[in-house]
């Protein structure tokens, strides 16, 4: 059974900016991305807007290996700063898994 | 075995609240790099490492060593280690930085420096006052650690009177330029990277340069910040620059910035990278970044290709 945790997104957001709701899942990110991500930033960004905390909780790895390298977030059509969500996702996981 | 990234993180935000700095260094490591230069000390305007070129030869001994450990039973121990490094500097202990690499890290920095002299700038360095801008915690995610310390970088400049400064990686670049002012109220420098300082002064190295080498642009520099023109000015009329497929704001990443928590990854991508750079043919690849450098360094040497700094190819 998937829980779904309403107030994910609003929590995220409470640790910086966030502006996946714009995502129009195109592809874009994930064809670019030096490290082949699969699953970041689309699927990570949806489970987050969707409050699917133990979906987000299972990719701590992809979160942190991301590069910030930038190379998704320039090509984004939709202009979602793809980079900075990630970072705002670490500054959430280190909160709320970490306890940093 | 899982990496415990948990306790690494940790490690790294005890040590930069507790100690000002991911990798703690002393102050005699951190400003060897400027013995016989006869810099003024301080001024309005300075030349400001941000540490990273003199952490580089520590953060590969300690990344070799945690490489070493990824996937062994000890890495169970991490979270004593986290306690015992609140009260024990263990990266002082743990890490054994090569002194060959050190030498060769500051005298990349010696060159910038001599290159910005040639040039006719004038500026000071601040010497042992000089921090670290806290680069590494933010991209981890630590905010509470990185805006404290970013404030005590902001104290620093203005306690030392420093108006305007000469950065010479594209991490410290981003930090002050791009991130500080978000973050630190009533934060105003003029920051600039040595490659626009240069570029704009017109200087190009005065001495004969042939050899040919393919330019590994920095992300940081060619997507956030704007630099790549720059280093290709400061060439123009030296070797030719062989620009790779991936350049400019296309840079494809060095792999650099997973190092400390996962170094198989990063050596994948570095990989990736120099093989896009060595189909090109030149045998010498100029890198603009500390970190670009310790990480296609050691991918290059597999493929026989020779990874300068920048500061190298025109010092």
Known sequence: MTRVNAELLKTVEASGEFNAVACMNCGTCTALCPLGLTNLPREIFRDVVLGLEEKVLANVETVFSCLLCRMCQVNCPAEVKIADNVRTLRVHLNKTLHHL | ?315
């Not at chain 2, 609240?17 to 400027?34: C, D, F, K």
């Not at chain 2, 700038?121 to 933010?138: D, M, R, S």
């Not at chain 2, 030719?240 to 990443?253: F, N, R």
Request: hydrophobic share 40%; net charge positive.
């Open chain 2, 1 to 315: 075995m899982a990496f415990p990234i948990r306790h690494l993180i940790g490690i790294l935000a005890d040590n930069q609240r507790l100690r000002g700095s991911v990798m703690p260094l002393g102050t005699g490591r951190l400003t060897a790099w400027a013995k016989g230069l006869s810099l003024p000390r301080g001024g309005s305007r300075v030349i400001y490492t941000g540490h990273m070129y003199q952490m580089m030869p520590s953060l590969a001994s300690m990344e070799a060593g945690l490489g070493l450990m990824a996937d062994t039973p000890v890495t169970r121990l991490m979270g004593w280690g986290r306690f015992f490094n609140r009260f024990v500097n263990l990266s002082f202990f743990l890490t054994w930085p090569s002194g060959r690499q050190q030498a060769q890290y500051d005298l990349r920095l010696k060159k910038i420096a001599q290159s910005l002299r040639q040039a006719g700038i004038q500026f000071g360095y601040l010497y042992e006052k000089e921090l670290y801008t806290g680069a590494l915690v933010y991209d981890l995610g630590l905010d509470e650690v990185f805006k404290k310390h970013a404030q005590r970088v902001w104290a620093m400049f203005q306690k030392h009177g420093v108006r305007s400064v000469i950065t010479v990686d594209p991490h410290t670049t981003e930090m002050l330029r791009e991130v500080y002012p978000k973050v630190v109220p009533g934060f105003q420098l003029e920051v600039k990277s040595y490659l626009e300082v240069l570029a704009e002064s017109g200087w190009t190295p005065p001495q004969a340069l042939t050899e040919a080498v393919t330019l590994h642009d920095s992300c940081i520099y060619a997507r956030t910040l704007q630099v790549s023109a720059q280093p290709r000015a400061v060439l123009a009329k030296g070797p030719l620059v062989d620009s790779p497929d991936h350049a400019g704001a296309a840079t494809h990443c060095c792999g650099g910035p997973a190092e400390s928590l996962y170094p198989h990854k990063a050596e994948t991508v570095a990989a990736e990278r120099i093989n896009q750079l060595a189909a090109r043919g030149c045998d010498t690849v100029a890198v603009l970044c500390p970190i670009c450098l310790h990480n296609l360094e050691k991918a290059g040497r597999a493929r026989g290709i020779r990874v300068k700094d920048f500061s190298e190819i025109i010092g």
